[in-house]
């Protein structure tokens, strides 16, 4: 029997943060179940540096060009395991990903939904989605949502406040990704945008008196669905 790819290999280019550097966008966990609690069984991608080993860009503070912005970059309380992100450096360094185009994966993860071995994909499990270019995901995100899966994907870019050095996001992001926000200024600056927010609070109080729902698939709302599950408006 025709063994599956263990990923796919979608895109390697600079990134639009950094043109500098080389990066490739992997998609993986779509003909089977990831291990992530809190997106369930979504296909998974990250985007990663192809120069340098994805723990060491940590530790050097050099991740800026697939996480952009972020605050959580650069070794500052990022919560991704990154030894997974090292696990999937690792496979692509020995060629383990097949090469595809977006247009070739679209209908894979099309017939991964329809038979229910995925609820849809996330873009950007590790990294920003807007480090790679807009064709990278439109592709993938419409085919999903088409057959009604759901996609989730958040950026730091759609702001120069938050965007590194000031290299926001290519407009058309707003169709396909949520506005990462730290406070109901942001929310309501990213929404005036064009962006649907997606706002971490501090503290419990501060997301109380804002008005906004909590995300059910969050620890302090006690995971009570999954990405793949939520019957909101997924990004
Ligand atoms: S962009 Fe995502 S992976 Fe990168 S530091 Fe921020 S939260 Fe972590």
Redesign the pocket.
Known sequence: MKKNPTGYLLYEGPSAMDTSVPIAVIANCITNKSDNGKTGDMAQSFIIRTDMKPNEAVKSKQ?HC???G?????N?G???SIKMVCSVYAAYKRGSYKRVTPQELAPILVESVNTKRIAGLRC?S???PAAAPFEVWEPLVSAVREVGGKTSG?T?QWTDRYAYMGRTADPRFRQILMASSHNSVDAVLANADGWRAFTVFDALDDLQRSGMAMCPASKEAGFRRTCGTCGGQSA
């Open positions: 991740d697939v996480c952009g972020c605050p959580y970059a650069g500052n990022c919560y991704v950007g590790y990294g920003d958040y730091h």
